[in-house]
């Protein structure tokens, strides 16, 4: 019984560092110095400037985020993009920076910020009560974090952590694996780790089945009388490791990086998709430079009667991932 127990533990223990080495040897091939991931929401909508400062809804691209102490809450509407690039890598822990940038926006804030976007892409403005709506044509928006390669752990600047990054993929993220915390209560973790066999079109280029699916448990995210809630949907591709799409409304590199509340849904892939293919959902891959090149993926503006499978896609993940965004001036 006891040599049971012995062998019991060793396989354990071989089993935790398996896991680790995967985690490690995914985040050192692809976290170096330079290294880049660009991802996108699009839309091949245009938008009407005289109308943008009341429009509703969350956009193609959202999220939320503190500046000089007040809570803002940004809509695109327009094509958005959130790019990580990694700025340098000492002693296995990498320095990130985030880039956020977006067309046709609608910032909302209360109080006084300093603005992050440039007066002359204002479009229009108005304040009612103590909250301010900035309509505008673009915005570009950094911050940076820092990610340890080898255990795929996120922090902040401070040095707190967050939780597991969602750059890539290891052998590590299996169903009640922890992914993010957040001081208020919030605990997110892996629901299923799932194969597709399908093949997964992004604006980078098309990636072949089987992929790997994960699932995240639900979750809620607030911040003034702003709400999302859900679950999060991460596609990867199991040979480099590299996260293929990201559907959901927070996680850990983007809480690191200052923002509680970021998703997006890319509504201009839904074309030119073929037999056995879906388009990514969520912020899709556009760029990176870690994967040795790849081709673009154009799309006409007539939409396929295959991007049914894109849109049963969304359609289910709507069940997980419904978002309720109350303006800030009503209830």
């Not at 229009?124 to 795929?152: D, P, Q, W």
């Amino acid at each position: 019984m006891r040599s049971l127990q012995v062998l019991s533990l060793v396989l354990l223990m071989l089993l935790s560092a398996a896991a680790s080495w995967s985690v490690g040897a995914q985040g050192n091939q692809i976290v170096k110095p330079g290294a880049y991931f660009l991802y996108v929401a699009r839309t091949n909508e245009s938008v009407n400037e005289s109308s943008l400062l009341s429009a509703l809804g969350s956009g193609n691209m959202f999220f939320s985020l503190r500046r000089n102490g007040e809570p803002v809450f940004v809509s695109v509407y327009g094509n958005g993009s959130v790019e990580f690039r990694v700025l340098s890598v000492e002693d296995g822990t990498a320095t990130v920076r985030l880039v956020v940038s977006g067309k046709d926006a609608v910032i909302m804030y209360t109080g006084n910020i300093t603005p992050f976007w440039s007066g002359r892409d204002v479009i229009s403005s108005m304040t009612s009560g103590n909250v301010t709506r900035v309509a505008v044509r673009s915005f570009e928006l950094g911050s940076v974090y820092r990610l340890n390669v080898l255990t795929g752990t996120v922090y902040d600047l401070k040095g707190r952590p967050y939780g597991r990054t969602l750059l890539f993929y290891g052998r590590d993220v299996v169903p009640g694996r922890a992914l993010f915390t957040a001081p208020d209560g919030l605990k997110v973790s892996v629901s299923r780790v799932t194969t597709l066999n399908s093949t997964v079109v992004t604006y980078y280029g098309r990636f072949l089945p089987p992929l790997i699916q994960v699932v995240t448990t639900p979750y809620r995210v607030s911040m003034v009388n702003i709400t999302a809630s859900g679950r999060s949907i991460l596609i990867y591709d199991p040979g480099s490791g590299v996260l293929l799409s990201y559907f959901g409304f927070s996680w850990a590199d983007f809480r690191a990086a200052g923002f509680s509340l970021f998703g997006g849904i890319d509504r201009s892939g839904l074309s030119a998709l073929g037999k056995g293919e879906m388009f990514a959902p969520g912020l899709v891959l556009a760029d990176t430079n870690v994967l040795g090149g790849g081709s673009a993926v154009k799309y006409s503006p007539e939409t396929s009667p295959l991007a049914y499978v894109y849109l049963a896609l969304i359609a289910i993940a709507g069940v997980f991932a419904l978002m309720e965004v109350r303006r800030w001036e009503g209830s």
